[in-house]
């Protein structure tokens, strides 16, 4: 199985200032024959589903604001809000769709400082 | 666009079987493979298995290989997952999840049910 491991593990930043979690898989993610990592991120808010924000590594879903942005090949990744704002405190999710089983990182808290 | 609309929350015994279904409103389930992941109180996600419907193809962590069912009725375009021999350690939100690809049952998933609360309790 491919282990995801995410850090910070909780992260404080100031409204407006900017946050990153990295994501680290134990093997590569990278499809050679598309050229495409299967590696997503997503947002999970209190007491809701996840909701998916990044696929293949850097591809925003339909409707993310453009604060949130995913880079990263390979084995590591990063999820970056530009921005914080208010609405962005959550616990936030990697997981990578290369191969089953489907594995997710242990989760990164984010909160307001 | 599709939506996936969950059953209700469970209280089972230990021992017991429980059967949470997953229904597509406003479309199908196409070609896209439904995935079923739990979430403890306080914890991570877990994945515990995939179908894709068109070819009724099933994937299952080796964790719950045995013990779960995943299951899909194409006329009314539910998927379902049983899980048996219930423990308290199984007391969870369970999830159901498309896959955002097609024919592939690991992938990115785009869209969630609201989620089942599943309470094991003597």
């Known amino acids: 199985d491919i282990v995801m491991t995410q850090s910070p593990d909780s992260l404080a930043v100031s409204l407006g200032e900017r946050a990153t979690i990295n994501c680290k898989s134990s093997?590569?993610?990278?499809?050679?024959?598309?050229?495409?990592?299967?590696l997503a991120w997503y947002q999970q808010k209190a007491g809701q589903p996840p909701k998916l924000l990044i696929y293949?590594?850097?591809t925003r879903e339909s409707g993310v604001p453009d604060r949130f942005s995913g880079s990263g090949s390979g084995t590591d990744f990063t999820l970056t809000i530009s921005s914080l704002q208010a609405e962005d405190v959550a616990v936030y999710y990697c997981?990578?769709?290369?191969?089953?089983?489907?594995?997710f990182g242990q989760g990164t808290r984010l909160e307001i400082k | 666009q599709v939506q996936l609309v969950q059953s209700g929350a469970e209280v089972k015994k230990p021992g017991s079987s429980v059967k949470v279904s997953c229904k597509a409103s406003?479309?199908?389930?196409?070609?896209?493979?439904i995935n079923w992941v739990r979430q403890a109180p306080g914890q991570g996600l877990e994945w515990m298995g995939g179908?894709?419907?068109?070819?009724?193809?099933?994937n299952y962590a080796q964790k719950f290989q045995g013990r779960v069912t995943i299951t899909t009725d194409e006329s009314t375009s539910t998927a379902y997952m049983q899980l048996s021999s219930l423990t308290s350690a199984d007391t969870a939100v369970y999830y159901c999840?498309?896959?955002?690809?097609?024919?592939?049952?690991?992938?990115?998933?785009?869209?969630w049910g609201q989620g089942t609360l599943v309470t094991v309790s003597s």
């Open positions: 999840a498309r896959a955002w690809g097609l024919l592939r049952v690991h992938d990115s998933l785009d869209i």
């Open positions: 406003g479309g199908t389930f196409s070609s896209h493979a």
């Open positions: 179908i894709i419907p068109i070819v009724d193809t099933t």
């Open positions: 093997q590569s993610v990278l499809y050679s024959s598309n050229n495409k990592n299967y």
């Open positions: 293949w590594a850097s």
């Open positions: 997981q990578q769709g290369w191969s089953a089983p489907i594995t």
